[in-house]
Every structure is written in C-alpha cells, then in structure tokens.
C-alpha cells in the first residue's frame, strides 16, 4: 500500500536555527498538509497545499513558516528561526481531493518528523 | 472555535470486553467524520470514515447522530492490539481536519 514517507524520523536543532522537513506524499494526491502534535497535546493543522499554492492556514502558521513543493516529489515546511515552542512532531498527510460531504477521502498521514529545539 | 471533545479516559479493559468511546463536535456544519487510531508516538491512522446511518467493520462500530452533534465508536470483543489512543476527528467541507485530543484505551490480559 503507499506511504507518505517523512524525513527525518528525528531532528535536534539549536533555537533560532533553520529546519526543513521533507515529505514525499502518495504519488498521484494532490492535496497535501502539516499537522503538528506537542506531546500530550492534540494534533493541530498548519497548513494545505493544493496546484502549487497554500490553499489554507491556521495562525499557528505565522511568517516563520513556509512550504514548498520543489520538484513534484517533495513537498517541505521550513522553519525560519525556531523557538523552543516549536518542538513537536510533524505529521505531512495527503489525499486525493478534499474531504467533502458523504464522498469523503481521507488523509493519510506519514510517521511523523520529531523535532527538538535545544 | 471548532471543537472536538472526547471521553478523557484512559479506559482499562480487559481483553474480550466491549467498550465505547464518545465524542462531540460543536461545529454544526460539520459533514465529515472519522475515527483515528494513535499508537503512542506514531502517526494517526485512519480506523474508519462514519456515515449518517452508521457503519460497522468487523468488531468496530460508529454511530453519528447529528442533531446530537455526537459521534460514537463501539469496540466489542477487544484485543491487546486494541491498545492505542483513539481520535475523533471532524471536517468542514474543504476545511482541513479538526482533531480531538483522543482517548487512550489499555486491554488488559
């Protein structure tokens, strides 16, 4: 069955560097999203991206934060300069069009990037 | 605010039990609904979609009622396996997915 596939499955960065997480989401889907979970926390949406653009966000979001699909394989959230906040797991998900009414389509979501900010 | 609630849990039960977890959702235009499943420290897996008129998958039940904005997961016969934390989560149209904070279920030997 395919996969979302994240990487790195961890990653320990110094507070005001920069870090991007890399997903490779299910081959022919075409929405894709972050989700991040704080430990002991609920899973929190960030992001959608849809034909090359941010079709949604939330103000966790903010302009430390951004998202690219460079080369129609990889899709990557980057943060700028992180903060100790920032420490969580990442989940990329993907599916093939969005969830509407009874014809929904679930996201999948890979394993998850865990990041820890020192 | 859109909100998911579910049971605090944890649940302890042991195995061959049934057990039930609830949920509500305070967004009324919600149209979508899902039970997850989160080992700990892993990714969210999709366990199933709900339906209006309920559904069933094997020893797995959800039930929605709308006017109650209440969802329901039923586990009967429950495994080890089973162990997991169980998420309620919603969706808007094309609004992405809304998350409850889950419910953590231990079946016992």
């Known amino acids: 069955e395919p996969e979302v596939t994240q990487t790195p499955s961890h990653q320990v960065t110094q507070m005001g560097q920069e870090v991007i997480l890399r997903c490779v989401p299910i081959?022919?889907?075409?929405?894709f999203y972050w989700y991040r979970q704080i430990l002991g926390q609920k899973v929190e949406f960030l992001v959608s991206f849809y034909n090359n653009e941010i079709s949604e966000k939330s103000e966790i979001f903010d302009d430390q934060f951004s998202v690219e699909r460079p080369d129609g394989s990889n899709f990557t959230l980057k943060i700028r300069s992180t903060k100790l906040e920032d420490s969580a797991m990442y989940f990329c998900?993907?599916?093939?069009?969005?969830?509407?009414?009874?014809?929904?389509?679930?996201?999948?979501f890979g394993d998850g990037t865990r990041l820890s900010i020192l | 605010r859109k909100e998911v609630e579910q049971d605090p849990g944890p649940f302890n039960v042991p195995e061959g039990a049934t057990v039930a977890f609830n949920c509500t959702y305070s967004?009324?235009?919600?149209?979508?609904f899902f039970w997850y499943r989160q080992d700990c420290r892993k990714e969210p897996k999709l366990l199933m979609s709900v339906y209006s008129s309920g559904n069933e998958d094997g020893r797995f039940t959800a039930q929605l009622n709308r006017a109650s904005q209440y969802i329901s997961l039923l586990i009967r016969d429950s495994k080890l396996s089973d162990s997991a934390t169980y998420l309620c989560v919603v969706k808007e149209g094309n609004t992405p997915l809304v998350f409850g904070k889950g419910t953590r279920l231990s079946v016992i030997a």
């Open positions: 998900a993907s599916s093939v069009s969005r969830t509407t009414g009874t014809g929904n389509q679930p996201q999948h």
């Open positions: 081959s022919n889907h075409l929405y």
């Open positions: 967004n009324s235009a919600s149209q979508s």
